[in-house]
C-alpha cells in the first residue's frame, strides 16, 4: 500500500461515513450527562481506593504506637508510616496533574509533554513502590507483629517454616520487581522518544 | 434556539470528524466508544467556551486530541486492525470489500506511530494545510513540515517491509 492509497482510502471513507448521521439528538445528550466509566476514572479509582487503605492503615499504627516499646520497633513505626502516607499521596498529585490537563486552552503539543512527563512519574512511584515494599517487609512485619499479637518479631526464633515462607517471599518479590522493572523501563524507553520528538 | 440544540446539531454535524478522531487513538471498539463519549463530554463542559473567532472545527480537532492524550492505553505487542473500520462495515447496507481491507491495513500501519505522529498524520489525512495543523498542535508550521515528512519515511519503510 502506497502513501496516496492511504490518502484515498481516508478520503473514501470520510465520505461514506459523513453520509451517515447515526447519532441521535438522545444520544447526544446521553453523553454530556452520563456518568460512564472510562479507563482513566478506573485507575484513579483504584489508586484512590489503594490510598484510603494505606492512610486507614496509617491511622491504626498512630493510634497504637504507643505499643511500639524500644527504639527500633518505633524506627520501624516511623519507616511504616511514612511508605503508608507519603507514597499514595503522591501518587494522587501525580493523578490530579494528568486530570487537570488543560484541555480547551493547552495546545496537542503542550498537553502531550505534560502528560508523557506525569505519567513516566507515576511509573516511577509505582517502582518505587514495589521496591519500598520489598524493603519494607523488614520494618512493616515487626510493626504489625507487635501492634496485632505483642510479640517483638527481633526477640522471638523464627520456626523452620517460617524461614521458609520468608524466603520464598523474597525470592517471589525480587523476581516480580525484575519483571515489573523491565516493563517499566520498555514504557520509559518510548516516552523518552517520543518527548525528544516533541523538543 | 436552545444551547441543548445548538450543541446537537453541531456534534451530529461533525460526528464523522470525532469518529475518525477517536479511531485514530484506540484499537478496539470500546475503547473509540468509551473515547467518542469522553470528547462528546468535554466538548458540552467547554461549549460555553467556545469564541467564535475559532473554526468550530479547529476548536473540535483540539479537543478531540487533547482528550485523546490521557486515554492512550497501553501499546498492545501486536497491533490490531481496527475499530472504525468495523463502525463503518457495520453501518453501511452495501459493504466494500476493497474499501474496508484497505482501512484494516490504513490502521495497521498507522498503529506503528507513536501519539505524536498519529495526531500529525490523522491531521494530514484529514486535509489540513501545514498552518492549519500548527495552529492545532502548538508545533511551528516548519516543524510540522520536518515531523510531517520523517512520518511519511516511516510509513513507507512500514509499508515496504
Known amino acids: ?199 | 434556539m436552545q444551547k441543548e440544540e445548538v450543541f446537537t446539531e453541531l456534534i451530529r454535524e461533525h460526528q464523522a470528524l470525532l469518529y475518525k478522531a477517536t479511531s485514530i487513538y484506540t484499537d478496539n471498539k470500546e475503547d473509540q466508544e468509551d473515547l467518542f463519549q469522553e470528547v462528546v463530554f468535554q466538548l458540552w463542559k467547554y461549549f460555553d467556551s467556545f469564541r467564535n473567532d475559532a473554526k468550530i472545527t479547529t476548536w473540535m480537532y483540539r479537543v478531540a486530541m487533547n482528550t485523546a492524550i490521557t486515554f492512550i492505553k497501553k501499546k498492545k505487542r501486536k497491533p490490531k486492525s481496527v475499530s472504525v473500520a468495523d463502525v463503518f462495515s457495520t453501518q453501511s447496507d452495501d459493504k466494500d470489500d476493497v474499501l474496508e481491507e484497505r482501512l484494516k491495513l490504513l490502521y495497521q500501519h498507522l498503529q506503528h506511530l507513536n501519539t505524536l505522529e498519529r495526531g500529525l498524520i490523522f491531521l494530514l489525512l484529514e486535509g489540513k494545510s501545514y498552518k492549519e495543523i500548527a495552529t492545532i498542535t502548538g508545533l511551528s508550521d516548519t516543524n510540522v513540515g520536518t515531523k510531517i515528512s520523517r512520518i511519511k519515511k516511516k510509513l513507507k519503510t512500514n509499508m515496504t517491509k
Not at chain 1, 490537563?101 to 513502590?129: A, F, H, P
Not at chain 1, 520468608?166 to 523491565?182: D, E, G, P, Q, S
Request: hydrophobic content about 45%; overall charge positive.
Open chain 1, 1 to 199: 500500500m502506497e502513501l496516496e492509497e492511504l490518502q484515498s482510502a481516508w478520503t473514501q471513507m470520510s465520505n461514506e461515513i459523513n453520509h451517515q448521521k447515526k447519532l441521535t439528538n438522545q444520544i447526544i445528550l446521553d453523553m454530556t450527562k452520563q456518568k460512564y466509566q472510562n479507563k482513566f476514572t478506573t485507575i484513579t479509582k483504584y489508586e484512590t481506593l489503594g490510598a484510603i487503605i494505606c492512610f486507614a492503615i496509617a491511622l491504626v499504627i498512630l493510634i497504637n504506637f504507643q505499643k511500639l516499646d524500644t527504639w527500633y520497633l518505633k524506627v520501624c513505626g516511623i519507616l511504616t508510616l511514612s511508605f503508608l502516607i507519603v507514597l499514595p499521596a503522591m501518587v494522587l498529585s501525580t493523578l490530579k496533574r494528568i486530570k487537570n490537563i488543560d484541555i480547551l486552552n493547552g495546545s496537542y503539543k503542550e498537553n502531550l509533554k505534560l502528560y508523557v512527563k506525569t505519567k513516566n512519574r507515576l511509573l516511577r512511584l509505582q517502582q518505587i513502590g514495589i521496591a519500598v515494599g520489598l524493603i519494607g517487609l523488614v520494618f512493616i512485619v515487626p510493626v504489625t507483629s507487635k501492634i496485632i499479637s505483642n510479640k517483638n518479631v527481633f526477640l522471638t526464633s523464627l520456626k523452620t517454616e517460617q524461614y521458609i515462607i520468608f524466603t520464598i517471599t523474597m525470592v517471589i518479590m525480587v523476581f516480580f520487581c525484575k519483571w515489573a522493572y523491565n516493563g517499566y523501563l520498555k514504557v520509559t524507553r518510548s516516552a523518552q522518544e517520543l518527548l525528544q520528538d516533541l523538543e
